[in-house]
């Protein structure tokens, strides 16, 4: 299958991304975490881990990364719009992220339905290698 390139940002455009991946959008993970965080946001992630994902800020000032819990991870948001726009996990060795839907340019009508999540009771240990084998590989030009 080939790979497709998806476009997303934030309300303003301040902040945006590059998603690829070689699934197809009916295929995709829809997962609807049930924390307060995205909850509140009303976010559907989705992530590939044969894929490739890049974030982006014209300027960098307009980009918020929010750390909550178990500080493992980094939570995009435009400082000027406020959208949720996805999240990051950096190791030693590289990077890894996953998207919120809601901000695809278009969002694609094909979608599963989501899956409600809960990561409740997970160590840090157990969320980040859950994270390395699910989300979506960074690529090297990602904020």
Not at 73 to 96: K, N, P, V, W
Request: aromatic share 10%; glycine share 8%; with cysteine.
């Amino acid at each position: 299958m080939r790979i497709r390139s998806y476009e997303g940002a934030c309300h303003c455009g301040a902040v945006s991304y590059r998603y690829d991946t070689s699934l197809a959008t009916a295929s995709w993970p829809v997962r609807a975490c049930q924390c307060a965080f995205c909850r509140l946001h009303a976010a559907l992630t989705s992530s590939d881990p044969t894929g490739s994902l890049s974030f982006h800020a014209g300027d960098l000032s307009d980009l918020q990364r929010y750390r909550f819990g178990a500080r493992t991870a980094d939570f995009l948001i435009c400082r000027r719009c406020g959208a949720y726009l996805g999240a990051t996990m950096r190791s030693a060795a590289s990077g890894y992220g996953l998207v919120n839907l809601r901000t695809l340019r278009p969002m694609p009508g094909d979608l599963s339905a989501p899956v409600a999540m809960s990561y409740d009771g997970e160590s840090s240990a157990q969320r980040i290698s859950r994270r390395e084998s699910r989300w979506t590989p960074l690529a090297s030009d990602s904020v």
